[in-house]
């Protein structure tokens, strides 16, 4: 599925509008065709849709059809209005340049079968009103320049995504739940996805890309099959603190492009992440490894359980701030960038490798003063067990060096006295050492 950065502004056609209510006859007084849009006997008044009509969809008369054919060309439909259950919509493709509201409530359903073009930021109003959860579903592929915005009443009903995902605007989930049934969610430009507190997304078997994640409300699945998703198109940034719950299966998470994507919910995935581009951020826990590839940063202060691996750059915290970050063991071939805090008594980050191996032996230190240090030493990583010492050390502060064994088994940035320093404490004790060999020979004599 695809998600546009921003809602695009693009000037949606203007249409005088109507509310055109449907009704379909009685079959049993009148045997004609009671199923399509183009028949007059079939909407209240005998007027067809024209483009721009809001489409009304209430208890049709006795006997009268609630599976309904669209047999116009490129209607352009205002928006819809539901308050009854179990219509369906099959035929020919439509644009929609208005809301849909589907008020039926219950264990109601709604279904639009046919491909949809949006002409502008579409609102999805799908009320609950009990226990029962009434299911809207778009059947077919949903395209267009324009996104959509799932707003229910409390939590809301479901909507659900059956098909081909292909519109390029964002999509907001502010109440109640979107099922990204169905289909390859894929497309460029791809837009932002967020959910809200009192929203909700479910993944089926499929892969979805979208611009950045953001928002507090859950994304979880369904099924146990393949679910993969792709963060940061159009070099997109996001934030989200909700939880991902991709358990059973195989499921991933890649980040792309340039931007910084932050995760400070718990993830849990089972397979390793990858972060092919810009920054990802795990400020909570990640329940498998993470694989940080040339071009990609890996910062944050929360827990990876896997191993984190790869060409990248390991970046605890996040930029220009102190922090550390954890995971269950680790093999960098690219770069750990330690950030370091001379203020006051002094921080730096750091990287945790608590109980596993850490494995330097082809990597770069690269050392980053956010303001000078002058502390006797900086504890930056720690290991179950070291694999190598550092290939290459750049930017280190003057007179410091790398411990890789400081305290236990920790690496620190550890101060070294000057060489004047030294030169006038060799002096000093050597002065010392004459003044004992004289008064001794004075004794002796």
Not at 41 to 59: K, Y
Not at 298 to 305: A, N
Not at 385 to 410: E, H, K
């Amino acid at each position: 599925m695809v998600f546009a950065a921003g809602f695009l502004l693009l000037a949606a056609p203007a249409f005088a509008q109507s509310t055109i209510t449907w009704t379909s006859h009685d079959t049993g007084i009148d045997p004609t065709n009671n199923t399509t849009w183009s028949n007059t006997a079939n909407w209240s008044g005998g007027v067809v849709p024209v483009d721009g009509d809001t489409l009304r969809f209430p208890t049709p008369a006795a006997n009268g059809s609630r599976a309904m054919t669209n047999d116009l060309t490129n209607l352009v439909v205002g928006g819809f209005e539901v308050p009854a259950n179990a219509y369906t919509i099959a035929g020919n493709a439509l644009n929609l340049n208005g809301d849909i509201n589907f008020t039926a409530g219950g264990n109601s359903t709604f279904g639009i079968n046919v491909p949809v073009t949006l002409q502008k930021n579409v609102t999805i109003f799908n009320e609950k009103t009990t226990s029962s959860t009434p299911v809207l579903s778009i059947g077919a592929d949903l395209a267009g320049p324009f996104g959509l915005i799932i707003d229910s009443s409390g939590t809301g009903g479901q909507t659900a995504l059956n098909a081909n995902v292909t519109y390029t605007g964002d999509t907001t989930v502010t109440n109640g739940s979107l099922y990204l049934r169905l289909g390859v969610m894929t497309a460029s430009p791809v837009g932002n996805l967020t959910i809200d507190t009192n929203g909700s997304v479910l993944s089926n078997n499929l892969t979805f890309s979208a611009g950045g994640l953001n928002g507090s409300g859950p994304l979880s699945k369904q099924g146990n099959n393949t679910r993969t998703a792709t963060l940061g198109a159009n070099n997109a940034n996001g934030s989200y603190s909700g939880t991902i719950s991709w358990i059973g299966g195989s499921s991933s998470i890649t980040k792309t492009g340039t931007g910084t994507q932050t995760f400070s919910g718990p993830v849990t995935v089972s397979g390793s992440g990858v972060v092919n581009g810009g920054r990802l951020n795990i400020d909570s826990t990640w329940s498998a490894g993470m694989i940080v590839n040339a071009a990609g940063t890996l910062g944050g202060t929360g827990t990876l359980s896997g191993a984190v691996t790869g060409a990248g750059t390991v970046s605890p915290g996040a930029a220009v701030t102190i922090g550390t970050l954890a995971a269950g063991s680790g093999t960098l071939t690219g770069t750990l960038l330690i950030e370091l805090d001379g203020t006051g008594s002094g921080t730096s980050d750091r990287f945790n490798v608590t109980t596993g191996a850490l494995d330097i032996g082809s990597a770069t230190l690269n050392f980053s003063e956010l303001t000078p240090v002058d502390d006797q030493a900086y504890i930056f990583a720690s290991y179950g067990s070291l694999v190598g010492t550092f290939a290459n050390i750049t930017n280190i502060p003057t007179n410091y060096a790398v411990d890789y064994s400081y305290q236990g088994n920790n690496i620190a940035l550890t101060a070294v006295p000057e060489p004047g320093i030294l030169a006038g404490l060799g002096a000093g004790i050597a002065g010392l050492t004459a003044v004992a060999l004289r008064r001794r020979r004075n004794a002796a004599a």
